[in-house]
């Protein structure tokens, strides 16, 4: 219900949804087409790799999207590799909060 409201609402630019033991993919599909949203917060979720990848997708095509909190979700070394790998094409994300994941070495990288 939210993905799809993000589709189409114009007003919303602060998503504040931490603790709420949600994953990220249908989410990431909105926030491919939402022209509104600039802070995302997904602290203390279930996202790991695989909503990694589906965030690092949307962040893309994204171009409002200036700060995404991501801290304690899981993510290891791939879900980082795929967020890298997108702040490179994106040049509105400044701040990215990774803090209690499970990235290593090789995802720090």
Do not use: F, Y
């Amino acid at each position: 219900a939210l993905a799809s409201q993000l589709t189409t609402n114009s007003g919303t630019t602060r998503l504040e949804l931490d603790h709420q033991d949600i994953t990220a993919e249908a989410l990431a599909d909105a926030l491919k087409s939402n022209c509104t949203v600039t802070h995302v917060n997904l602290g203390v979720n279930k996202i790991g790799d695989q909503g990694a990848k589906a965030l690092a997708d949307a962040l893309k095509s994204n171009c409002t999207i200036t700060h995404v909190d991501l801290r304690d979700n899981k993510i290891g070394d791939e879900g980082a590799k795929a967020l890298a790998d997108a702040l490179k094409s994106n040049s509105t994300v400044t701040h990215v909060n990774l803090e209690g994941n499970d990235i290593r070495d090789d995802g720090a990288k």
